[in-house]
């Protein structure tokens, strides 16, 4: 738990690209496709949008979750 506290130390301005590089790698590593990226690119510029016009993320993540289960069980009943 130190290392993570250390971690909230370091400037925005180092730990940015190191997350942006993080992010680069591990979605191309998944399926090797540059197309992973693109994707990876669009809803970052989407969630930056939604975060610039004060779009509350709550309910998004929340349908995110519960969405598939709802129309799970809705078919079964």
């Known amino acids: 738990m130190r290392f993570f506290t250390r971690v909230l130390m370091v400037p925005k301005e180092y730990l940015f690209p ?8 591990g979605a191309f590593a998944t399926n090797t496709s ?4 693109g994707v990876m690119l669009f809803f970052g510029v989407v969630g930056y ?4 016009s004060r779009f509350p993320i709550a309910p998004l993540i929340l349908g995110f979750i519960l ?4 129309e799970t069980y809705l078919r079964r009943a």
């Open 67 to 70: 969405g598939p289960l709802l």
């Open 34 to 37: 540059s197309f992973d990226i």
């Open 49 to 52: 949008i939604l975060l610039r």
């Open 18 to 25: 190191v997350i942006l590089v993080l992010c680069f790698i």
